[in-house]
C-alpha cells in the first residue's frame, strides 16, 4: 500500500525524473491496480494482467497532466477503468455498454473451469453485469469504491463533488443493483 | 431497500476474491517505464511543510487586511460621500488577496488599476491609501520571495521558484460600476401602496405586470408581504388607464459636483430617450400604413433615471428623484393607449411604447385559470398558462408553435415533490418535463435534424378512436472538440436571498463543474450582483483564476439584476471574440430588484444583444421566493434556454454531461408547424408548449421569435387526436414541417415528414418505448397540472408504466421519474381522502 506521505515523496522525486522512485511507485501500487482490474473483468487473470501493463503505460504518458489534486492511485483507478472500457467496448461508442461485449467476456471469463465455479459464480456474474450497465457516473463511482478499494473521500476529490454527492450516487447505485437482481432472479 | 439488503450488496461487491497478481508482472511493469520521465507540474501541494506554513501565515495576513477594508467600508462611506472607496476598495481586495498577484507584484510593484465611471477618480486620500497598501503587500512579497529562497538544495524548489517568477502579470481589472449614492441619515416613510408598486424582493411581480409579454397578472387578496395570497388573472388586453401622475416634488439636496454629474447624464438619458421615442414613433406609423391590428397597448415603465444605487431604489421610485432645467420627472409611468398618443405627456415626460413582439399579438390557447397561490413556500411566482383545448380540424387544420428545450419544470416540480408538496399548477409546463428525457431517437446521418413521428392508440382515451402521436425533432450532435471556442460570462446573483439553503454553495459547485469540463480555449469572465452589478474578472483563460473568483463570492445586499445582467451584456459584447460562442450564463433565485430602468429596457438590452449573437442561459437556484416567471422569460426572450438547479447532479447534467448542447446553438428561431389531414383526423389537442404559440400564418415569417436548439437536443411534440373509423394503412395523418435558422449553413431551411395510419403500432402495448415513456410522462404532468383531460386517471396504470419505462432502460433519470410518479400520486391521494 501506498501512505499520503510516500506518496508525496516518492512524486516529488519523480518529478526529478529519479527512476528509482517510479519503480518503488509501481511496486507499490501495481497489486491494487492488478486486483481492481480483476474486478472489473471478472477474475480473467491474463487480461487483468494484460491491461495492467496498458494502464501504467497510458500513466506514464499521461503523468505530466497529473496534478496531484487527487490521490495517485484514485488516479491510477481511473486509467485502469477506461482502458477496461475501451478493451471491452472497442471500437463502439462511449456511454454504454451493449450486452453482446458483456456476453463476449463471461464467455471468456468462464472458460477455464466454467462447470465447477458455475453455480457460485452466477450471482457475481449478474451482479457484475449489473454494474457494468449503470450510467456512467454511478457505474464509475460504484467500481472505484468497491473494486478499486478507493475512499468515498478520495473519489470525490478526484471527481470534484462532495463525498455526499459520492454517497448519494453510491446509495442510487444500490438501488438500481437490487432492482436489477430482483429482477433477474424473478 | 432495507439497510440489510444494503449491506448484503455492499458484501457481495465488496468482497470479491481475486488471485494473486502473476510472478513476472512486476519486472514488466518497471521495464515499461520510460526512459525519460516527465516532469510534473508542480503545484501547491509539493511546497515543503515548513513554506507551506510560511505562506498560509503570509495569505492569512494579507486575508486579514483585506477584512477590516471590508469592515471599514461603511463608516467609509459617510465619511467620503463619493462613494466611490467602495468599488476601489473591493478592486483592492481583488489584488491583494490573489496569490498570483503576491508574486508578481514583487516584480511589478504597479498594481494595473483603471477606475472608470461618471465622476470616477481617487481623490488623494484613497490614491495614498492604495499606495500604501501596494507597498505592504509588496513588502509582504518580498518576505515571501526570500522565504522560498531559503537554502533546500532540491532540484524540485528551484523549478518551482522559476515558475513562481515567472508567473503571468497579474490580470488587469476595471472597476465599471458607478459610484454608490446612499444618504444614510434619510428615513422615508412609505406606506402599503407605495410599497407595492415598487418591484422588490417581495414583490417582483410588479416587473411582469408591465411586460407585454405576460398574460397574466395578479390581484393581492390579503397576507403580508412575506405571504401574499394572490389570485391570476388573465390580463385585460386593454390596459388600465393611466394612474394619476403624482405631485412633483422639489429635488433632494445634493452636493453641487453630484448634481452636476446627474443633470449631465439625465440630459444625456433625456435625449437618448426623446429620439428612441421618435425612432418608434416612426417606425409605428410604417406599421400603422400597413395595418395595425387593433390598437396593440402597452404598458410601459421607465422607472426613475440614474442615481439610485439598488440600496435606495425603493425610496427613488416612491419619490421623485431628479430635474431636468427645472422640469421634474417624478416617474416616467406612461400608458399608452393608442399608437397617436405618442409624444409627450402633460408632464413633458417622453412617452416611449414598444411595439409587442409579434408572439404576444398571438391570440392566447386559453385563459389562466384563476387559482389562490397555495404554495408551501411563500413568495413563489409562476404563470399559469392554461391547458391547451382540443381543437377540429374542420376549424383549423394546423397547430403552430416555437420549439422549446427547457428543462426547467422537471426539476422544480421535483423539488417540491421531494419536499412532500404537489407543485403548484402554474409550475407544471408538459413540454419542459416531457424534453427532460433523452428518448433515444436517432441523429441526423446528415443536416441538422431528424424527424421523427410515430404513434399508437390512446391509453387514456375514452374510446377507440383517440391515438397519441409523437413528433421529435432531433438535433445533431457537436462534438465538444468541434464546437467554437466559447466566452462565456458568469453573472451571479450574490445577494442576501441567495444566501438561504445554500443557493450560492450550489452555484459555486455548479459552475465548478462547468470550469472543469472547459477547454483551455474557453474564457470565462465573473460578474456579480447585489446592491450593485461588480465585474470580478474580465474574460480570461486561466482556469485557475477563474476557480478562486468563483469560490470567494459571498452573499451581500439587495438584488440589482439588471446591473449585473447590463455588466454581463456589455461585457460580452465588447470583449467577446468575433465566431466564438458567446454566453451569458445567470444564475439566481429570480428575485429581482430590476434597480433603476423598467423591464422593457432590461428585455430591450438582451433582444439587442441576442441579435449580436449573446445569448443568455438562466438557472434557477433555491425555493421559498423563486421567481419561476421572471427566469423563464428573460431565456425565452434572449434566444436562451432556461433550466432549474435542485442539487448537484443536475448540475453535472447541464453543465457537464450536456455542456456542448447548453452551448452550441445549432438553430436559431425553430418553429413547428403540424398540419392534420382533415379527411383522416377530426381533433387534435397538443400537450404542452402552451406558452409557445405561434398564429398559423407567422410560421413563415422569419421575423417572429420562436426557439433555439442546441447540439444533440430533441424536441419532443404529443398530441392526442381522434381519427376516423377504417382508414387504410396508407392514408396521411398528419405532417409536421419543421422550419429554423441553420447556424452551420446560414439560412432558414424547412423539412417536412408526413405520419401515415400505417406507421401507428396496433396496441399501446406494441408502442414503442420512447412513445410510452414520452406519454407517461406528459400524464404525470396532466395529472401535476390537474387537467381537465387527466381528470379520471388511473393512478396504477400510471404507476405501473413509470416502473415499466425504469425497469426497461436502467436509466437513473428514469429511476427518478418512477419515484416521483409514486410520491405524486400517493400526495394526491392523500390530498382527495377526507382527513381523520
Not at chain 1, 503523468?63 to 475501451?86: C, E, P, V
Not at chain 2, 429620439?275 to 414613433?281: F, N, T
Not at chain 2, 417536412?752 to 406494441?766: C, F, H, K, V, Y
Request: glycine share 6%; with cysteine.
Amino acid at each position: 500500500m501506498l501512505e499520503p506521505r510516500d506518496e508525496r515523496r516518492l512524486l516529488d522525486a519523480l518529478a526529478t525524473g529519479d527512476r528509482q522512485a517510479a519503480e518503488t511507485l509501481v511496486e507499490r501500487t501495481y497489486a491494487q491496480t492488478y486486483r481492481s482490474l480483476c474486478r472489473l473483468t471478472g477474475g480473467d487473470a491474463e487480461l487483468a494482467a494484460d491491461l495492467t501493463q496498458d494502464t501504467y503505460r497510458r500513466a506514464w504518458i499521461a503523468i505530466a497532466d497529473f496534478d496531484r489534486r487527487s490521490r495517485f492511485t484514485t488516479w491510477l483507478f481511473r486509467i485502469a477503468y477506461t482502458t477496461f472500457l475501451n478493451h471491452i467496448r472497442r471500437p463502439k461508442r462511449v456511454e454504454s455498454i451493449d450486452d453482446h461485449a458483456i456476453e463476449h467476456i463471461e464467455r471468456d471469463e468462464r472458460e477455464p473451469n466454467a462447470e465447477d465455479r458455475a453455480h457460485e459464480n452466477e450471482r457475481d456474474s449478474r451482479l457484475r453485469r449489473a454494474v457494468l450497465a449503470l450510467p456512467d457516473n454511478l457505474r464509475f463511482t460504484v467500481t472505484a469504491r468497491y473494486w478499486g478499494e478507493q475512499s468515498v473521500a478520495d473519489i470525490a476529490k478526484a471527481t470534484s463533488v462532495t463525498g455526499a454527492a459520492i454517497r448519494k450516487r453510491l446509495k442510487k447505485a444500490h438501488h438500481i443493483l437490487q432492482l436489477a437482481l430482483e429482477e433477474d432472479a424473478a | 431497500m432495507t439497510t440489510h439488503e444494503e449491506r448484503e450488496l455492499e458484501r457481495l461487491l465488496a468482497t470479491e476474491e481475486t488471485p494473486a497478481p502473476p510472478a513476472d508482472l512486476l519486472a514488466r511493469l518497471q521495464d515499461d517505464i520510460p526512459d525519460t520521465l516527465p516532469v510534473i507540474v508542480a503545484n501547491d501541494t509539493t511546497i515543503a511543510p515548513r513554506q507551506r506554513w510560511q505562506l498560509a501565515a503570509a495569505v492569512f495576513g494579507v486575508i486579514g487586511a483585506a477584512l477590516l477594508a471590508w469592515t471599514l467600508r461603511p463608516w467609509q462611506h459617510v465619511d467620503e460621500p463619493t462613494g466611490l472607496s467602495n468599488p476601489a476598495m473591493v478592486e483592492r481586495a481583488v489584488v491583494a488577496e490573489s496569490p498570483v498577484s503576491e508574486r508578481s507584484t514583487a516584480d511589478a510593484p504597479q498594481v494595473p488599476m483603471r477606475v472608470r465611471g461618471g465622476d470616477a477618480e481617487l481623490d488623494d486620500g484613497e490614491a495614498s491609501d492604495a499606495l500604501s497598501r501596494q507597498a505592504a503587500v509588496a513588502e509582504e512579497s518580498a518576505v515571501l520571495e526570500e522565504s522560498l529562497a531559503t537554502p533546500d538544495p532540491s532540484i524540485a524548489r528551484e523549478q518551482e521558484r522559476a515558475e513562481l517568477r515567472a508567473a503571468s502579470p497579474v490580470e488587469e481589472l476595471t472597476v465599471t460600476s458607478e459610484a454608490p449614492e446612499i444618504d444614510l441619515n434619510r428615513v422615508v416613510e412609505r406606506n402599503r401602496e407605495a410599497r407595492q408598486e415598487t418591484p422588490t424582493a417581495s414583490d417582483p411581480w410588479t416587473i411582469l405586470r408591465n411586460m407585454p409579454e405576460v398574460r397574466g397578472d395578479r390581484i393581492n387578496v390579503g397576507g403580508n408581504e412575506s405571504g401574499q395570497s394572490s389570485r391570476i388573472v388573465p390580463k385585460p388586453s386593454v390596459a388600465k388607464p393611466a394612474p394619476p401622475p403624482r405631485m412633483a416634488k422639489p429635488p433632494q439636496p445634493a452636493s453641487p459636483s453630484r448634481v452636476n454629474a446627474q443633470v449631465g447624464s439625465e440630459n444625456k438619458r433625456f435625449a437618448d430617450l426623446r429620439r428612441e421615442a421618435q425612432q418608434l414613433e416612426a417606425e409605428l406609423k410604417k406599421l400603422e400604413a400597413v395595418e395595425v391590428p387593433a390598437a396593440p397597448v402597452s404598458t410601459v415603465e421607465a422607472a426613475p433615471a440614474p442615481g439610485p444605487s439598488a440600496d435606495t431604489v425603493n425610496e427613488a421610485e416612491a419619490e421623485p428623484v431628479s430635474s431636468i432645467d427645472g422640469v421634474t420627472i417624478t416617474d416616467m409611468k406612461v400608458v399608452g393607449t393608442s399608437p397617436s398618443a405618442l409624444a409627450y405627456d402633460d408632464d413633458g415626460n417622453p412617452i416611449v411604447p414598444t411595439i409587442p413582439r409579434e408572439r404576444s399579438l398571438a391570440a392566447p390557447s386559453t385563459g389562466g385559470s384563476a387559482e389562490p397561490n397555495d404554495a408551501p413556500y411563500g413568495d413563489m411566482f409562476f404563470e399559469p398558462y392554461g391547458t391547451n383545448p382540443f381543437i377540429d380540424t374542420e376549424d383549423d387544420r394546423l397547430s403552430t408553435f416555437a420549439v422549446d428545450v427547457d428543462t426547467a419544470s422537471y426539476t422544480v416540480a421535483r423539488r417540491y415533490l421531494e419536499g412532500g408538496n404537489l407543485p403548484p399548477k402554474a409550475a407544471i409546463r408538459i413540454e419542459e418535463l416531457v424534453n427532460y428525457f433523452d428518448y433515444g431517437d436517432p441523429a441526423p446521418e446528415e443536416g441538422d435534424f431528424a424527424l421523427h413521428a410515430e404513434g399508437a392508440p390512446s391509453p387514456y382515451a375514452q374510446n377507440d378512436d383517440y391515438r397519441v402521436v409523437r413528433f421529435s425533432v432531433r438535433g445533431r450532435d457537436v462534438a465538444s472538440a468541434d464546437r467554437p471556442p466559447a466566452d462565456l460570462v458568469f453573472v451571479v446573483d450574490v445577494s442576501g436571498s441567495m444566501d438561504r439553503e445554500n443557493r450560492l454553495g450550489l452555484v459555486k459547485r455548479a459552475l465548478g463543474l462547468l470550469i472543469d469540463e472547459l477547454r483551455p480555449d474557453d474564457r470565462v469572465a465573473l460578474v456579480i450582483y447585489g446592491s450593485q452589478g461588480q465585474v470580478v474578472l474580465p474574460l480570461v483563460h486561466d482556469k485557475n483564476a477563474i476557480r478562486w473568483a468563483v469560490d470567494r463570492m459571498t452573499s451581500t445586499g439587495a438584488t440589482n439584476a439588471e446591473e449585473g445582467l447590463v455588466l454581463g451584456y456589455d461585457l460580452a459584447v465588447r470583449d467577446g471574440r468575433p465566431g466564438a460562442i458567446k454566453r451569458i450564463i445567470l444564475c439566481s433565485d429570480g428575485v429581482a430588484n430590476v434597480g433603476r430602468t423598467g423591464p422593457e429596457s432590461i428585455l430591450q438590452r438582451i433582444r439587442t444583444a441576442a441579435d449580436m449573437g449573446v445569448e443568455l442561459t438562466t438557472v434557477g437556484f433555491g425555493m421559498g421566493n423563486y421567481n419561476d416567471t421572471l427566469m423563464e422569460q428573460l431565456a425565452n426572450q434572449s434566444n436562451g434556454r432556461y433550466a432549474y438547479v435542485d442539487d448537484i447532479d443536475e448540475a453535472e447534467r447541464i453543465f457537464v454531461e450536456n455542456l456542448t448542447g447548453t452551448l452550441q446553438t445549432i438553430a436559431a428561431e425553430a418553429k413547428i408547424q403540424v398540419d392534420f389531414n382533415p379527411e383522416t383526423v377530426t381533433r387534435y389537442r397538443l400537450l404542452g408548449y402552451e406558452n409557445r404559440d405561434v398564429a398559423d400564418q407567422d410560421f413563415r415569417n422569419d421575423a417572429v421569435d420562436a426557439g433555439e436548439i442546441g447540439a444533440g437536443h430533441t424536441v419532443t411534440a404529443l398530441y392526442e387526436i381522434k381519427v376516423r373509423p377504417d382508414l387504410d394503412r396508407t392514408d396521411a395523418l398528419a405532417t409536421i414541417h419543421l422550419r429554423w435558422g441553420s447556424v452551420a449553413e446560414g439560412q432558414v431551411i424547412e423539412t417536412s415528414r408526413t405520419l401515415l395510419n400505417g406507421e401507428l403500432a396496433p396496441t399501446w402495448e406494441s408502442a414503442s418505448d420512447r412513445l410510452r415513456l414520452a406519454a407517461t410522462v406528459a400524464e404525470y404532468g396532466e395529472i401535476l397540472k390537474r387537467s381537465y383531460w387527466a381528470k379520471d386517471f388511473d393512478a396504477d396504470r400510471l404507476r405501473a408504466e413509470a416502473q415499466r419505462a425504469a425497469n426497461r432502460r436502467r436509466d437513473q433519470d428514469l429511476v427518478d421519474f418512477a419515484d416521483l410518479v409514486r410520491r405524486a400520486l400517493a400526495l394526491i391521494e392523500r390530498s382527495q381522502s377526507p382527513s381523520p
